[in-house]
């Protein structure tokens, strides 16, 4: 420590070293959301500010009746996925295949991908959890793994794409990652 840090700026290295690259990450991407958020720069051309209605202590008669607010449309029902069947899970052992799964299915180990075998853990709205232990005990986790995440995860040269979750099923894609 050099004379000249102060206590607060230590802290602040410390907890920069404590979140790591995604700690960093995330605390930039929120800094980059809010910038520009709630600036009065003066210059600002947008609609004007809407007037304060004001309001009456009685309704007029003329006044229309308020009407039921319209629902939005329901989400389409997903149709439930038919799981995958045995033959078609170990057509994933060449690391390349797509299958459906439910709670407790077992992916068998892609060998020329060093990856696996998965045990599907939980489906569910929050996500797919998928866990590994390979023949050294190293264990892989791959958690809340969902189609709208950003793209596939990997596992030394595995990748999983979450395509589809319905109910207690979901779809996966497993493929050579590149």
Do not use: W, Y
């Not at 980059?32 to 051309?45: E, F, N, V, Y």
């Not at 407790?104 to 797919?128: H, K, N, Q, Y």
């Not at 791959?142 to 589809?164: F, K, M, W």
């Amino acid at each position: 420590m050099t004379p000249s840090e102060s206590p607060a700026h230590r802290r602040r290295t410390r907890l920069s070293a404590a979140r790591g690259p995604a700690g960093t990450v995330s605390v930039l991407a929120l800094a980059a959301a809010l910038t520009g958020c709630g600036s009065d720069s003066g210059g600002d051309t947008g609609a004007p500010a809407p007037a304060a209605s004001s309001r009456s202590a009685k309704p007029s008669p003329a006044s229309p009746t308020p009407t039921k607010p319209s629902s939005s449309p329901s989400p389409t029902a997903v149709k439930p996925m038919t799981p995958s069947t045995p033959a078609e899970l170990r057509a994933c052992a060449d690391g390349s295949c797509t299958v459906v799964v439910t709670k407790g299915t077992e992916i068998p180990r892609a060998d020329g991908l060093r990856a696996g075998p998965f045990t599907v853990s939980a489906v569910g709205a929050e996500g797919v959890d998928l866990s590994a232990v390979d023949a050294s005990g190293f264990a892989s986790n791959l958690l809340g793994q969902r189609p709208d995440q950003g793209g596939p995860s990997t596992v030394n040269e595995l990748s999983i794409a979450v395509l589809a979750i319905a109910g207690d099923t979901a779809k996966l894609r497993l493929f050579p990652a590149k």
